[in-house]
């Protein structure tokens, strides 16, 4: 049984872990489900596409920021854990930890593309005009956002699994 020094370190390091996911899911939903919708109802394009521009930019800081933070906590915490059972495919709880792994990695790449190629490229577009390549690339990035969306609520249902599986 873990005790001391190691049940505080582990369940700070969760606390932190589940922060940065909070940070990183919520800032995803919010954009999905409460920005994207108000904008569009309340914005011409012009200014809508200023705004998704500075999100966008506020939101790599919290995905950069979230995913150094999940994969140093991950360490530390599968390092302390006494319901470590390793990553062998033999084990339950370590093949759903490898698959949950694989996909906050992916959506690590996705936004990572998105902030990187997608969003500079729209900013360029979007400060000549409405046009047919602008609309091209807001779809994809909202496309790709999506698909991180989606990601982010199956990790969430693996890491719901992994706790009923202790």
Same mark, same amino acid.
């Given at each position: ?55 966008? =930019?506020?939101?790599? #800081? !919290? %995905?950069?920021?979230?995913?150094? +933070?999940? @994969?140093?906590?991950?360490? /530390?915490?599968? &390092? ?19 698959? =949950?792994?694989?996909? #906050? !990695? %992916?959506?690590?790449?996705?936004? +990572?593309? @998105?902030?990187?190629?997608? /969003?500079?490229? &729209? ?44």
């Amino acid at each position: 049984m873990i005790e001391g020094f190691e049940l505080v370190l582990l369940t700070f390091m969760n606390w932190v872990h589940l922060f940065a996911t909070v940070a990183w899911f919520g800032a995803i939903s919010t954009m999905f489900f409460v920005l994207l919708p108000a904008a569009k109802a309340a914005l011409e394009p012009p200014v809508m596409g200023k705004l998704m521009s500075v999100f966008a =930019k506020k939101m790599k #800081v !919290v %995905v950069y920021i979230s995913g150094i +933070v999940l @994969i140093v906590t991950g360490i /530390v915490m599968q &390092i302390l854990s006494p319901s470590n059972t390793g990553y062998g495919f033999g084990a339950r709880w370590g093949m759903v930890l490898v698959v =949950k792994h694989v996909l #906050v !990695v %992916v959506m690590l790449f996705i936004g +990572v593309y @998105i902030s990187e190629s997608v /969003v500079p490229k &729209i900013a360029k577009l979007a400060a000549k005009g409405p046009g047919p390549e602008l609309g091209k690339l807001q779809k994809k990035q909202m496309s790709l956002g999506m698909f991180n969306f989606i990601l982010s609520l199956i990790i969430l249902l693996l890491s719901g699994y992994m706790s009923a599986l202790r």
